[in-house]
């Protein structure tokens, strides 16, 4: 067991390289909660306003969520020199993955049917993922060595940058070197956030069932997981291509989750669903059934690995109910049911 204790400071030059401090990226995310977009933006410029629907943008938003911090998108992460490896497992800490910001660039367009929702597709979507820690306050980082720390569960700066502390991958030519960052204010930077943003396929869904919104995050979430098992059958692919997640959104008349589907990596398999979108829509209800009956959720209908944090957000049952007369009884399909008959797949 290695234990990682920062990160290296080595943003262009080679991680070979002694000695080595350059400016790090450091940069700031802001959360629309109008369009649901995510902002990303170099760290000291200051916007008020969202750059793509121009809501106000507010550092918490629904049910008290911060929707604006700062980040660190580190080249990599490093272990103590002096740390010696062990075998005991029990040691090791846990550190819960944060919910992925996605972002669809784009006008949102109403579905086929009107009462269905609204819907936008994006070549050029943004995924950003991103870890708090355990306390959700971030990381204090030292820029002078590279040695991070979780900040504590009161948002204060840990105990072990309140005095001198040794350098994360010590001096050369020098054992044990102490690390001059604490004497210097700016070096330890607090509330950090360690992440990561890149450009993929990303469609995002804004369903209405009897012409409401979806407001419950296990239904929504649910219908999410539902959805990315019926694109990968669409498309003939394996689920862990793509990906999904809920985010929630007020700017579409009505507020309640939305969903968004995405592609692990950029292969254009999200952004051909907006032509088969009553498929998907079809083939959601069907993954919502599970071959064993299960209660809530399991891994022969939704349960995957990638999911395994989430289990107690499934609950197929309830969707089921939830969307089960307007999707299946109402027949909105406006398709011919012999498109869908295993005969023809």
């Given at each position: 067991?290695?234990?990682?204790e920062?990160?290296?400071?080595?943003?262009?030059?080679p991680s070979?390289?002694?000695?080595?401090?350059?400016?790090q990226?450091?940069?700031?995310?802001?959360?629309?909660e109008?369009?649901?977009?995510?902002?990303?933006?170099?760290?000291?410029?200051?916007?008020?306003?969202?750059t793509?629907?121009?809501a106000?943008?507010?550092?918490?938003g629904?049910?008290?969520?911060?929707?604006?911090?700062?980040y660190l998108?580190?080249a990599?992460?490093?272990?103590?020199?002096f740390?010696?490896?062990?075998?005991?497992l029990?040691?090791?800490?846990?550190?819960p993955?944060e919910?992925?910001?996605?972002?669809?660039l784009?006008?949102?367009?109403?579905?086929?049917?009107?009462?269905?929702?609204?819907?936008?597709v994006?070549d050029?979507?943004?995924?950003?993922?991103?870890?708090?820690?355990?306390?959700?306050?971030?990381?204090?980082?030292?820029?002078?060595c590279?040695?991070?720390?979780?900040?504590?569960?009161?948002g204060?700066i840990?105990?072990?940058?309140?005095?001198?502390?040794?350098?994360l991958?010590?001096?050369?030519?020098?054992?044990?070197?102490?690390?001059?960052?604490?004497?210097?204010?700016?070096?330890?930077v607090?509330n950090l956030r360690?992440?990561?943003?890149?450009?993929?396929?990303?469609?995002?869904?804004?369903l209405?069932?009897?012409?409401?919104?979806?407001?419950?995050?296990?239904?929504?979430?649910?219908l999410a997981v539902?959805?990315?098992?019926?694109?990968?059958?669409?498309l003939?692919?394996?689920?862990?291509?793509?990906?999904?997640?809920?985010?929630w959104i007020?700017?579409?008349v009505?507020?309640?989750y939305?969903i968004?589907?995405y592609?692990?990596n950029?292969?254009g398999?999200?952004?051909?669903?907006?032509?088969?979108?009553?498929?998907?829509?079809?083939?959601?209800l069907?993954?919502l059934?599970?071959?064993?009956?299960?209660?809530?959720?399991?891994?022969?209908?939704?349960?995957?690995f990638?999911?395994?944090?989430?289990?107690?957000?499934?609950n197929?049952?309830?969707?089921?109910?939830?969307?089960?007369?307007?999707?299946?009884?109402?027949?909105?399909?406006?398709?011919?049911?012999?498109?869908?008959s295993p005969?023809?797949?």
């Amino acid at each position: 067991v290695y234990q990682s204790e920062g990160i290296t400071l080595n943003w262009h030059e080679p991680s070979s390289k002694q000695d080595v401090s350059e400016i790090q990226n450091i940069r700031q995310v802001w959360l629309c909660e109008c369009c649901g977009s995510s902002i990303n933006l170099p760290s000291g410029m200051r916007i008020d306003e969202c750059t793509e629907c121009g809501a106000r943008l507010s550092v918490y938003g629904h049910n008290n969520q911060l929707t604006h911090f700062s980040y660190l998108d580190p080249a990599g992460f490093a272990v103590d020199i002096f740390a010696k490896p062990h075998n005991d497992l029990t040691t090791q800490r846990f550190v819960p993955p944060e919910k992925t910001l996605i972002s669809a660039l784009g006008e949102w367009q109403l579905l086929i049917n009107n009462d269905w929702g609204f819907y936008r597709v994006s070549d050029k979507g943004r995924v950003f993922h991103y870890t708090a820690g355990r306390h959700k306050q971030g990381y204090a980082v030292c820029l002078s060595c590279g040695r991070s720390e979780e900040m504590t569960p009161q948002g204060k700066i840990p105990s072990e940058f309140a005095t001198r502390h040794l350098r994360l991958r010590g001096s050369q030519g020098r054992e044990h070197s102490v690390c001059e960052g604490v004497e210097n204010s700016f070096s330890i930077v607090p509330n950090l956030r360690f992440g990561h943003e890149y450009q993929t396929d990303v469609m995002e869904l804004f369903l209405l069932v009897k012409k409401q919104s979806i407001t419950d995050k296990t239904i929504a979430f649910t219908l999410a997981v539902a959805m990315r098992n019926a694109a990968a059958r669409i498309l003939g692919i394996e689920v862990r291509e793509l990906s999904c997640e809920i985010k929630w959104i007020e700017g579409n008349v009505k507020k309640g989750y939305g969903i968004a589907l995405y592609d692990v990596n950029a292969t254009g398999y999200t952004t051909s669903l907006q032509y088969r979108l009553k498929e998907l829509l079809y083939f959601s209800l069907e993954a919502l059934n599970c071959p064993l009956n299960c209660e809530s959720s399991c891994p022969a209908c939704l349960q995957h690995f990638d999911l395994r944090f989430r289990t107690q957000e499934l609950n197929r049952q309830k969707a089921l109910k939830h969307v089960q007369y307007e999707w299946n009884e109402m027949e909105w399909w406006s398709l011919d049911n012999s498109i869908f008959s295993p005969k023809t797949l």
